[in-house]
């Protein structure tokens, strides 16, 4: 039984009838495509109310927590495999844009207390994926955690309660996501005693796209992915995610792309896609190398991309290394039902976002003023 069913929408309504009259496509719509559906739905309008979506720690009971925090997810606009380097990673160019599909996480902190563990986490009883989501120091939640306390000598205790919207191996960062929202935590209850850059370098250790989270939510990254590099916001723009119900494994699709160490991939210069972008979002070029790789792995996801292309949506790409496809702007062609027309012949799911900022502040998360 998902908790967030008994969940109350603004108006009083229950979650299930406030869904219903917000994503009618969903009473149709396979039961895993509905559970992922209201736990995003349960989670943007407690936002809205100002609550973190699970009210319940398995720890701490009632106690409300010291911080809750907002972890957005990521698209690709357009995302460059530049070549595979000489140690084995491969060097992309991409822009990368935070959006609205967001993971919660509340933190409780203690003293020095040399008995308890220096970090802990729990996932709430309703988060998308809770039987695969570990609760040790193979979670990048809790790695991020550890890694701040060794950096920074701190003792302060920290417990996290994760509760999860976003889809994995979906193309979305959301892991990566969790594990800067974490770091940024932890720095924050300490009293900031890093500084961002420091959080920024220290991210790379853990992961390749961790590190964009601490931009302003639109940034062209480098490297790995771990070189970020500000661009001015992009426009307040909407977009769909659509995720099918398989995921992708990113090694599996770079071991398709097939570079050797030292080889190249050609294709437009990134800084010039950059320019597109900034420019205009719909008159960017979308582009992701990834995507013949993935599709090859995965050939009914490009049936899926296929049939996203003929609702006249401004553009139809998959995100990083997929299985996402995010579709930007709104349906020209489209019907009425197409929502539930994509769901039954895909067995997706379809989140509905927009592009989201972080504020100049740095001591503030996303979606805080």
């Known amino acids: 039984m998902l908790i967030l069913l ?15 009259q917000q994503r009618p496509w969903l009473r149709n719509a396979p039961a895993s495509s509905r559970s992922s559906h209201l736990a995003a739905l349960a989670a943007n309008t407690a936002f809205a109310e100002g609550t973190s979506g699970a009210e319940y720690s398995e720890r701490y009971g009632n106690k409300a927590p010291a911080l809750t925090l907002q972890a957005p997810s990521k698209i690709n606009l357009f995302l460059r495999i530049l070549r595979k ?7 992309l160019a991409s822009l990368f844009q935070a959006v609205s599909l967001t993971d919660t996480l509340d933190f409780w902190v203690e003293g020095a207390d040399s008995s308890k563990p220096i970090c802990s986490m729990e996932v709430s009883p309703d988060s998308v994926g809770r039987a695969g989501i570990p609760t040790d120091e193979t979670n990048l939640v809790m790695r991020a955690l550890k890694l701040f306390a060794d950096k920074t000598g701190t003792k302060q205790r920290v417990h996290c309660r994760l509760h999860k919207n976003a889809p994995a ?54 490297g790995r992915g771990e070189i970020i590099e500000n661009v001015p916001p992009l426009p307040d723009t909407p977009c769909f995610l659509v995720k099918p119900a398989d995921g ?35 008159g960017g070029t979308f582009l992701n190398d990834l995507e013949p790789p993935a599709f ?20 139809v790409m ?4 997929g299985s996402t496809i995010f579709c930007i702007g709104r349906p020209t062609v489209a019907g009425a039902a197409w929502k539930e027309d994509i769901v039954q012949k895909h067995g997706a799911s379809i989140f509905e976002v927009r592009f989201c900022q972080r504020s100049p502040n740095e001591q503030l998360w996303y979606n805080e003023a």
């Open 318 to 321: 998959m995100s990083g290394s």
């Open 169 to 222: 191996q979906a193309g979305l960062g959301a892991g990566s996501s969790d594990a800067a929202t974490a770091m940024h935590a932890a720095n924050r209850l300490a009293g900031f005693p890093a500084t961002q850059q420091q959080l920024i370098e220290w991210s790379a250790e853990l992961g390749s796209d961790i590190s964009f989270f601490f931009s302003r939510g639109t940034a062209y990254c480098t």
């Open 248 to 282: 992708l494994s990113t090694p599996a699709v770079f071991k398709q792309l097939g570079l050797n160490k030292g080889q190249s991939l050609d294709g437009p210069d990134p800084r010039k896609l950059l320019a597109d972008f900034q420019a205009s979002v719909t």
């Open 296 to 315: 090859a792995v995965m050939p009914k996801l490009d049936k899926l991309r296929m049939d996203l292309k003929a609702l006249g949506f401004d553009a």
């Open 85 to 91: 380097r000489e140690d084995g990673y491969h060097e």
């Open 6 to 20: 008994s969940c109350v929408a603004p108006g009083g309504h229950s979650l299930q009838t406030f869904a219903a």
